[in-house]
């Protein structure tokens, strides 16, 4: 089995910055990619930004500039840097792992539980 734990979320001013971090274990031999999307209230779940295991980003139009995607391939772990924070940033904030390869060479997609993220005008 695999869980990722994502960590960072919390309450911030508009304009400030957050950094989210999302942990993957398990019987993993190796991910393809891993990335970020979030869900406001009312909204569909949106991409908000991803990378691949050799570092090639996507980020969302409405973070480009503002979002950094990376990652550890030895530890799983991808970040979020959150600057010049707005508040229709907030939403929670999803980790997906994709195309996971598990011990037994099948491949799997992984979420998160999701963290809060607010940012207030």
């Known amino acids: 089995q695999v869980q990722l734990v994502e960590s960072g979320g919390g309450l911030v001013q508009a304009g400030g910055s957050l950094r989210l971090s999302c942990a993957a274990s398990?019987?993993?031999?190796?991910?393809?990619?891993m990335g970020w999307y979030r869900q406001a209230p009312g909204k569909q779940r949106e991409l908000v930004a991803f990378?691949?295991?050799?570092?090639?980003?996507v980020y969302a139009d409405s973070v480009k500039g503002r979002f950094t995607i990376s990652r550890d391939n030895a530890k799983n772990t991808v970040y979020l840097g959150m600057n010049s924070l707005k508040p229709e940033d907030t939403a929670v904030y999803y980790c997906?792992?994709?195309?996971?390869?598990?011990?037994?060479?099948?491949?799997?997609?992984?979420w998160g539980q999701g963290t809060q993220v607010t940012v207030s005008s």
């Open positions: 997906k792992a994709a195309s996971v390869r598990l011990v037994f060479n099948t491949y799997h997609d992984y």
């Open positions: 398990g019987s993993i031999v190796s991910i393809d990619a």
């Open positions: 990378i691949s295991s050799g570092g090639s980003t």
